[in-house]
């Protein structure tokens, strides 16, 4: 047996069975047999590495591989996967148009209590809920007296809308408990919008961090709460500048409160004013 012959039975495979687009956006190194043996003195391996490294090398690979099992691509083909995890009461993470997020069916006390946790955020933070299309908000809040067309000029896109929740609501009591209203978002993102007109209820989505740190913009960024997830969906770097979705108060008729500026402020505000609503401006 020659030399290469004999490193590479002794040299564990090193396999990271993803996408290129998977490698690119989180900078994970394809490993080969060649570029290895390249860096091996940089390394200090030769040809006679130790047992020990040896077995260390191995669960190395099986933590990584177990660590990478749970990332999928945020493509058509893994919906209905995504679907059935939201069904049987896991969390997933997913990709927005601004943030990455967590999702859970919002029906599912256990489930959203899941999410509370593993954030670390208090129970007092309501959690806004994600819609497939514009026309399925009315079965979760209350938007007859809103002008219309404004909910289709502003939606789908990168803003979160308050509404009134309404008697009528489909949502659970144990939804922010305690609350009138609920925030209601349509992501501009065809997998998550898939996603919940598959589920046929609300989502309930929130960012994908740990309360009070940096939002997401790629799944590397909370790899630390991949362990938390039934599935972790990556859709690439988002082209975003991390301020997540503008939040706009729209509670009472005819007027509206910008509570986050957000990513698109200055276009919400136009859209806001064109349907002819004026700011509900603290009373001095």
Known sequence: MNIPERIAVRLPQLVFPFSEAFYNHNRVPKLGFVPFLTHKRHLGLGLGFSKKMSSSMENCHVDVQNKLEVVRPATEVYAQEAIEALKAGKV???PTDTLYGFACDACSLEAVSSIYEMKGRKHTSPLAICVGDVSHIQHFAVTEYLPHGLLDSLLPGPVTVILRRGESSALEKSLNPGLDSVGVRVPDCNFI??????????????SANLSGQPSSLC???FENLWNRCAYVYDGGALPSNGAGSTIVDLT???KYKILRPGSAREETLAILEKHSLVEDAPVI
């Open 92 to 94: 997933i993470a997913v």
């Open 193 to 206: 919008r898939a996603v919940a007109r598959g589920l046929g209820k609300a989502v309930a989505l929130t």
């Open 219 to 221: 799944i590397k960024d």
């Open 252 to 254: 009472l008729p005819g």
